[in-house]
């Protein structure tokens, strides 16, 4: 199994500032992804992001607005960019377990845009 | 429609009670996934199948590919399983890495 750890794990932030938001793992792996759960909603996939390659962004998501980083195969980077109130989610990364289908989730950041 | 469809929405229980949540699919899957989440928001995988039944201790999980439903039960309940527990197919879609989820059931276990 894999260890997933996410920085921040909350924050409250200003509208049309950004926010990084750092995942770590503790093994290596190929593949990681993020996720947006909006309040109430199921998680959405924003993208794949593969080490030494653009990250994936699935329909609706866009690079401009959310920027991942993965500069090696146990660490990637979320930035949400010019943040609304409409931004307010948690967010959430994941990896691949090795080639076995399953997925290590970390433990989310909360994020709260004003 | 959605492609995963989570029953029921809300379900209370009390200490002790046999508890079954539902899911159906409606596309092809290489897999299925129950996850569960808890308020802080952190999400751990309780279970993957791709057929028959996987238990681990209290917890049972049971997939019918044909009719494309799956079943995750808890035996003799307690206020900890009190969470969010969501159903999670991958492999629509051609990828088997991509998961779709549920809108996720909401258990509260009263002591």
């Known amino acids: 199994s894999a260890v997933i750890s996410q920085k921040p794990s909350r924050d409250i932030c200003q509208r049309g500032t950004s926010l990084t938001i750092q995942c770590q793992v503790d093994?290596?792996?190929?593949?990681m992804f993020w996720y947006r759960q909006q309040p109430g909603q199921s998680l959405t996939l924003i993208a794949t992001a593969n080490q030494g390659s653009e990250a994936t962004y699935e329909s609706g998501f866009v690079i401009d607005k959310f920027p991942i980083s993965r500069p090696n195969l146990t660490f990637s980077t979320l930035t949400v960019s010019n943040m609304s109130p409409e931004d307010s989610s948690i967010y959430l990364c994941s990896a691949e377990g090795g080639g076995t289908d399953t997925q290590y989730f970390g433990p989310g950041t909360r994020l709260t845009v004003l | 429609k959605n492609e995963v469809e989570q029953s029921p929405q809300n379900l209370t229980a009390q200490e002790g009670e046999f508890i079954t949540i539902n899911c159906s699919y409606s596309?092809?899957?290489?897999?299925l996934h129950w996850l569960q989440q808890h308020p802080g928001g952190g999400i751990v995988s309780l279970f993957m199948l791709s057929s028959g039944k996987k238990k681990h201790g209290r917890l049972i999980a049971t997939i019918n590919i044909q009719e494309k439903h799956s079943s995750l039960h808890i035996t003799a309940s307690h206020p900890r399983d009190s969470a969010v527990y969501i159903c999670a197919v991958s492999g629509s879609g051609g990828s088997n890495y991509k998961l779709t989820f549920g809108k996720g059931t909401l258990l509260t276990v009263n002591p």
């Open positions: 596309v092809g899957i290489s897999a």
């Open positions: 093994s290596q792996v190929t593949m």
